[in-house]
């Protein structure tokens, strides 16, 4: 068996301010897990030489990634955080004042609802699909740092959740979700580092 870590980027600014989506850097209290998540992932992975780190495009999984040493890194955009479109840079508050009927429809309908001129998360659960293959083929651990909206579709691809939980699934920060894989069937740890 061999493990596949997932874990959201440390607290970037945005979180700090409840915005949505942009790209933004990591905080200070982001830094801090970034190099617990180092250390957790070094010491972890101590032996696995073909082990790899895949990161989204946006700098706050890149900088949270970065103190890890002996690695290689490979970006996906297909890790990306779901795009928000009109709403990206947002508060809940604000589109929930701005734009009524789309706040509405999302709360309606979270899992089918599209941003205007961005992604619902059925777009995103589809646009994971060649992730999944290739973190399927991988024979050596492989850490995901990766953002909420898709770090919940691929947790629920692994852990078997429904399509109608996905939108819904606790995806907390600073958090490490362990999936094995074996014979037997999936096994969860999770490692809660701040
Ligand atoms: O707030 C952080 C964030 O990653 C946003 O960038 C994104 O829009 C959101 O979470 C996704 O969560 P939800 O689908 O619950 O709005």
Same mark, same amino acid.
């Given at each position: 068996p061999r493990p596949i870590l997932l874990t959201r980027h440390g607290e970037s600014l945005y979180n700090v301010r409840g915005r949505i989506g942009g790209d933004t850097a990591i905080s200070e209290t982001g830094e801090l897990y970034a190099k617990k998540l180092a250390n957790f992932v070094e010491k972890r992975l101590k032996? /696995?030489?073909a082990a790899s780190i895949w990161t989204s495009t946006l700098q706050r999984t890149i900088l949270t990634a970065?103190?890890?040493?002996?690695f290689p890194k490979i970006q996906w955009?297909?890790?990306? /955080?779901?795009n928000a479109g009109v709403?990206?840079?947002?508060?809940y508050e604000e589109i929930k004042k701005n734009m009524p009927e789309e706040y509405e429809s999302r709360k309606k309908d979270k899992l089918r609802y599209r941003y205007p001129r961005g992604e619902s998360y059925l777009d995103v659960i589809q646009r994971l699909e060649p992730v999944i293959i290739e973190l399927e083929r991988q024979r050596a651990p492989v850490v995901v740092v990766s953002h909420q909206a898709v770090l919940r579709a691929l947790y629920a691809y692994f852990a078997d959740r429904p399509l109608s939980e996905i939108p819904h699934i606790e995806m907390p920060l600073h958090t490490i979700i362990e999936i094995q894989m074996g014979v037997t069937g999936v096994q969860e740890k999770r490692y809660k580092l701040m």
């Open positions: 032996n /696995e030489k970065s103190p890890i040493a002996g955009r297909a890790l990306d /955080e779901i709403c990206d840079g947002m508060t």
